[in-house]
């Protein structure tokens, strides 16, 4: 597995604790990191996805409805949601990935932790964020990352 795919990973993971019990991210990536063998450019990119991701959830999460209108956000798998929240971060934010590296990256990551249909929807989601690109990165509500 390439680097940048098993930190991708590693935030998946810290993103999905994070969803499912009151451990703040800090905590997490703390726990996370004690032990991780990584160059400390991954462990910053992983920090920048947690503390993106975190930022910006609510508006994330806006989108997720506009691009899954079928899909009540209670309904998306927790995995799901948080690989498309990642996705929508690193396309509209950070935006030094070329887009269709991070649709690749997301989808592979679906395969690997999600359920049967986790590639599909994730994949077909993108499409609407990368149709509808400029209006999201227009949005004045995302918090820009300082990286």
């Given at each position: 597995?390439?680097?940048?795919?098993k930190?991708?990973?590693?935030?998946?993971?810290?993103?999905?604790?994070?969803?499912?019990?009151?451990?703040?991210?800090?905590i997490?990536?703390?726990?996370?990191?004690?032990?991780?063998k990584m160059d400390d450019?991954?462990?910053h990119?992983?920090?920048?996805?947690?503390s993106?991701?975190?930022?910006?959830?609510k508006?994330?999460d806006?989108?997720?409805?506009?691009?899954?209108?079928?899909?009540p956000?209670?309904?998306v798998?927790?995995?799901d949601?948080?690989l498309l929240?990642?996705?929508?971060?690193?396309?509209?934010?950070?935006?030094?990935?070329?887009i269709?590296?991070?649709?690749n990256?997301?989808v592979?990551?679906?395969?690997?932790?999600g359920?049967?249909?986790?590639?599909?929807f994730?994949?077909?989601?993108l499409?609407?964020?990368i149709?509808?690109l400029?209006?999201?990165?227009?949005?004045v509500?995302?918090?820009?990352?300082?990286d």
């Amino acid at each position: 597995m390439k680097s940048r795919t098993k930190a991708r990973g590693i935030a998946l993971q810290v993103l999905y604790e994070v969803d499912i019990s009151t451990h703040k991210p800090g905590i997490v990536l703390a726990k996370r990191f004690e032990n991780l063998k990584m160059d400390d450019s991954l462990k910053h990119f992983i920090s920048n996805i947690v503390s993106g991701v975190v930022a910006n959830k609510k508006k994330f999460d806006e989108f997720l409805a506009d691009f899954a209108p079928d899909w009540p956000l209670d309904q998306v798998a927790i995995i799901d949601r948080n690989l498309l929240r990642m996705a929508f971060w690193e396309i509209a934010v950070y935006q030094k990935t070329p887009i269709k590296v991070v649709v690749n990256e997301v989808v592979e990551l679906a395969k690997l932790y999600g359920a049967d249909g986790s590639a599909r929807f994730v994949n077909g989601v993108l499409g609407g964020l990368i149709e509808n690109l400029e209006e999201i990165k227009s949005n004045v509500g995302i918090v820009q990352d300082s990286d």
